[in-house]
């Protein structure tokens, strides 16, 4: 089912979200001073290719006030505009009833695309191998 949803999602939005992560990547990478967010933004533009079986969880140990500080810098920078795409693709998918879990995988792009420091990819199953 994960691998359906992952194609169809790649078809209606994933491509264009993804491309728009690498843009974005590709533009921090250039300016030396932002490979960090450069990084990050390749990290999340693979989780928005094909996010069905994955998750974001919180780097242990990944708070502090370096993160935040990269993090506000990124979302006055980049993440609006990122989080406007996922909203704008998510209204589509909410109007058709097949494209639902297609619009609940949207809404949760946004908080990643946001603040993506101190932030991890994991897959589905590792998520709750540590309470295990």
């Not at 993804?18 to 030396?32: E, K, Q, S, T």
Request: hydrophobic residues 60%.
């Amino acid at each position: 089912m994960k691998t359906l949803l992952n194609l169809i999602w790649l078809v209606f939005g994933g491509f264009w979200l993804a491309i728009g992560y690498f843009a974005a990547g590709l533009l921090c990478c250039l300016l030396i001073v932002t490979i960090p967010w450069g990084i990050a933004a390749f990290r999340i533009g693979a989780y928005a290719l094909w996010p069905f079986g994955r998750t974001v969880v919180e780097r242990p140990g990944g708070g502090g006030a370096l993160p935040l500080l990269g993090n506000v810098i990124w979302f006055l920078m980049a993440g609006v505009w990122l989080a406007i795409g996922h909203v704008v693709t998510a209204i589509p998918m909410f109007v058709s009833i097949i494209g639902i879990p297609l619009g609940i995988a949207n809404l949760k792009l946004i908080p990643v695309s946001l603040m993506p420091l101190g932030k991890e990819i994991v897959p589905t199953d590792a998520q709750f191998a540590a309470y295990r």
